[in-house]
């Protein structure tokens, strides 16, 4: 069963940037679609990004887009999330999630392997 350990996440000033990573549980993830979502306290879980394949272009939610970008490493079986220019709203637990492949943001199939998560805290 595919899980991720996610780390990288920190206390950051607004306008400030953070690269999280993820680090999955097998070693091969050329082919393994690949998203990052995001739970903010109080609120529903937010998918960000999607990545079909190693080589296949993200989608990006709009909430995010132009201030996150995803990339892979498949040697290190790691997938990380740059996000810049955050803002207190970016506050949030975020993770990974794999599957076979993304219906826009959505990974597919449903991902239940959640870790436990980085913790963003963007504040002043």
């Known amino acids: 069963q595919l899980q991720f350990v996610e780390s990288g996440g920190g206390l950051v000033q607004p306008g400030g940037s953070l690269r999280l990573s993820c680090v999955a549980s097998?070693?091969?993830?050329?082919?393994?679609?690949i998203a990052w979502v995001r739970q903010a306290p109080g609120k529903e879980r937010e998918e960000l990004v999607c990545?079909?394949?190693?080589?296949?272009?993200?989608t990006y939610a709009d909430s995010v887009k132009g201030r996150v970008t995803i990339s892979r490493d498949n040697a290190k079986s790691t997938v990380y999330l740059q996000i810049n220019n955050l803002e207190p709203d970016d506050t949030a637990i975020y993770y990974c999630?794999?599957?076979?492949?993304?219906?826009?943001?959505?990974?597919?199939?449903?991902?239940?392997?959640w870790g436990q998560g980085t913790q963003v805290t963007v504040s002043s």
């Open positions: 999630a794999g599957g076979s492949g993304c219906i826009r943001t959505r990974i597919w199939p449903p991902f239940d392997s």
């Open positions: 097998k070693s091969d993830l050329y082919s393994t679609a």
């Open positions: 990545m079909t394949s190693a080589h296949s272009s993200p």
